[in-house]
Every structure is written in structure tokens, then in C-alpha cells.
Antibody
Framework: QVQLVESGGGVVQPGRSLRLSCAAS????????MHWVRQAPGKGLEWVAG????????YYPDSVKGRFTISRDDSKNTLYLQMNSLRAEDTAVYYC??????????????WGQGTLVTVSS | DIQMTQSPSSLSASVGDRVTITCRAS??????VAWYQQKSGKVPNLLIY???TLQSGVPSRFSGSGSGTDFTLTISSLQPEDVATYYC?????????FGGGTKVEIK
């Protein structure tokens, strides 16, 4: 069965960096696009990054562009989100999701349990 | 960027009622819209994709319709286990924007 397990969350000071990881299993990871989606406490869902199956195409919303970088290591079946220059408004649960196809332009058919990132001094 | 406007933001209905949630896009999306259900404290769950295709395992009381700019999620007969927040999402191009959500409660 498809499993996505996020790790790397925690408390970080504003302006600092954090890297999230997502270990994938139960499917051919290298054949699928992947996303990161976040949810601030008590708020709605926000898509924050997408990567195609080949790792060559990556997309971000303006809110994180230039600060966040999505990447993947198919040899380890792992997705990453490098988050730099963190702000208080980046505080959220971060979900790793599988895109339902090989590009990043697909809906999310599987979701991890999420990892909480808290940006606070 | 294309905006996704969901309405209403919340609703209260009786068990057995027909419930309709709408999502309006600021530009045409063809059929590239998905709907998710998120129960309190849980991970979002895919209900509908391609505007009207029911995800495997989702009860048939859920249905989706629409194309272009106007999309609808319908629950034909509301059940207690349907209490949740529902989100639409566009996925034709980046950014893959979500709607603001609709919280559904039982009256």
C-alpha cells in the first residue's frame, strides 16, 4: 500500500532554515510527480511546491518562491523540501502528497500524515 | 494567477438533506478540478477528480459536476460521517490553488 512518511518538522527561529523529508513506499516513486501542501493552524490548505517525476520541472506559488526548494532522490524514494528564510507565517503542518500522474499537474491521490513546522523566536 | 472561490464558507443541514457546495474559478479550467474532504484532525482525502470522477472507495452519495469556471460538489443525502471541511483545487497548471473551504455541519 502507498505510504508517505514526513519528518524534519520542529521549532525554528525566524530567518533560519529547515529541511523536510518524505519517505515514500508501496509504489514506483520515480514514475510520479509529488507535492508539498501546508495547512496553518485553523486555516485552509495551501499548495507550496510541486515536482515532476523526472525532477526537472519544479513549481511554487509566489508566497514561497525563492525561499523553498523541492527536490527528490529516486534512489532513496525520498522527497525533500528545503525551507530557507523562514517566517512566522510559514508555521503549518506540511503534508507530502503523491500526484496522480507523472507531472506536477495532477491532483493529490495520497497524503502523508504531516509534520508540524513552527517558526517562532 | 487563477483564484478559486468556494461558497458557502459553512453550512448546517439535516441528516438526509441534499447539500451543494460550489467553486468558481476566475478563469476557465476545463475539467481540471478535484474535491477533498478533511475531517477534524485528519488528513485530507480525495473525493472527486476531473470535476466529476468519483475516487475509488468514495460513497456514491458524493458527486461532482461542472466545467470551465463553475464546479459543484453534491452530497445527495447528508450522513453524520460527512461532517467535515471540503476543499476544491485546480490542477491544470501552477499554482495548484485550493478554494477556501466549506465547513459542513449537522443541524
Amino acid at each position: 500500500q502507498v505510504q508517505l512518511v514526513e519528518s524534519g518538522g520542529g521549532v525554528v527561529q525566524p530567518g533560519r532554515s529547515l529541511r523536510l523529508s518524505c519517505a515514500a513506499s508501496g509504489f514506483a516513486f520515480s514514475n510520479y510527480g509529488m507535492h508539498w501542501v501546508r495547512q496553518a493552524p485553523g486555516k485552509g490548505l495551501e499548495w507550496v511546491a510541486g515536482i515532476w517525476y523526472d525532477g526537472l520541472n519544479k513549481y511554487y506559488p509566489d508566497s514561497v518562491k525563492g525561499r523553498f526548494t523541492i527536490s527528490r532522490d529516486d534512489s532513496k524514494n525520498t522527497l525533500y523540501l528545503q525551507m530557507n528564510s523562514l517566517r512566522a507565517e510559514d508555521t503549518a503542518v506540511y503534508y507530502c502528497t503523491r500526484a496522480s500522474g507523472n507531472s506536477g499537474f495532477y491532483y493529490s491521490d495520497y497524503w502523508g500524515q504531516g509534520t508540524l513546522v513552527t517558526v517562532s523566536s | 494567477d487563477i483564484q478559486m472561490t468556494q461558497s458557502p464558507s459553512s453550512l448546517s443541514a439535516s441528516v438526509g438533506d441534499r447539500v451543494t457546495i460550489t467553486c468558481r474559478a476566475s478563469q476557465g479550467l476545463s475539467y481540471y478540478v478535484a474535491w477533498y474532504q478533511q475531517k477534524s484532525g485528519k488528513v485530507p482525502n480525495l473525493l472527486i477528480y476531473a470535476a466529476s470522477t468519483l475516487q475509488s472507495g468514495v460513497p456514491s452519495r458524493f458527486s461532482g459536476s461542472g466545467s470551465g469556471t463553475d464546479f459543484t460538489l453534491t452530497i445527495s443525502s447528508l450522513q453524520p460521517e460527512d461532517v467535515a471541511t471540503y476543499y476544491c483545487q485546480k490542477y491544470n497548471s501552477a499554482p495548484l490553488t485550493f478554494g477556501g473551504g466549506t465547513k459542513v455541519e449537522i443541524k
